[in-house]
């Protein structure tokens, strides 16, 4: 066990927080002159990776509640960036589809995602990038699988 130090300049989770709080309003400088919201983005690069996911899995996939992501696709929708579809081997499952509208931002906006890691990682070495991504990764695996075990999600 860690020692936790209440300092937010020596906590993981307040660093991690205020961090993605930073990226998240820079992407949205560049995002919302399309119409598009940082949720709707985390579903777009999402579905841009992996198309025709369930609502569950996606739901999992950008780390929301299966409610929260009804909400988000029920806007995206009416948006016209994506579409709903019934599984056809299982009717009860519905499955996400990306619009023609949906498919043209991601030449538009991915490259907002490429300038803005580029700012934010401007003086770290490639090695203390790497370190920091196996750290990152390591955090959110021990976290999920702890949620796991408590019968949490």
Known sequence: ?????????????YQVRATHRAFDRQLQRHIGKHKITNGFWYVLRALWRRENMSQRELADEINLT?????ILLDNMQRAGLIRRKRDVEDRRRI??????KARRLEDK???????????????ISKRD????????IRMR???MAHLAATGKR
């Open 1 to 13: 066990m860690t020692d936790f130090d209440p300092d937010p300049l020596k906590s993981y989770g």
């Open 141 to 143: 695996e021990n976290l």
């Open 66 to 70: 299966e409610s929260s992501t009804v």
């Open 95 to 100: 499955r996400i589809q990306l619009t023609p």
């Open 109 to 123: 906006l991915l490259p907002y995602a490429a300038e803005i890691n580029a700012i934010a990682t401007e003086g």
């Open 129 to 136: 990038l790497a370190a920091f991504l196996r750290a990152t």
